[in-house]
């Protein structure tokens, strides 16, 4: 007897599985009836939760790393750069320098690099 009536509820148990298989349900239209959004307040209560649970102290500072990042990171953008072709527009000329830029160049070189009479030989 104990047999027959399991054996007549795992079938019913299979047969009820195979059954409930069949059913599909059509996706819904989502309906915005929550003006929060859920996951960032449950983000906020498990983060405190957790920073409660494992208080963390601040670490000494190890210097693992024995050269300077920032300037190999500056040395390969500046190698990046360089093999690049910028293609810039051409901008209109703007005459806003009343002075001939060129002109006053050469003139502060002629006297950055003029010899004192006291040098010159005689």
Do not use: G, W
Not at 87 to 107: G, Q, R
Request: some cysteine.
């Amino acid at each position: 007897m104990k047999t027959t009536t399991l054996i007549a509820l795992f079938t019913f148990l299979f047969t009820l599985n195979m059954t409930a298989a069949e059913y599909t349900f059509e996706e819904e239209a989502h309906i915005n009836d929550i003006p929060f959004n859920t996951e960032a307040i449950f983000d906020s209560i498990m983060e405190e939760q957790v920073l409660s649970a494992f208080p963390m102290e601040e670490e000494a500072y190890v210097d693992d790393i024995p050269f300077n990042t920032e300037s190999i990171s500056e040395q390969a953008l500046y190698q990046i750069a360089m093999t690049k072709t910028f293609d810039f527009e051409e901008e209109t000329s703007v005459n806003d320098i009343p002075f001939n830029t060129a002109d006053l160049a050469n003139l502060i070189q002629s006297y950055a690099y003029e010899i004192p009479s006291q040098y010159c030989a005689r």
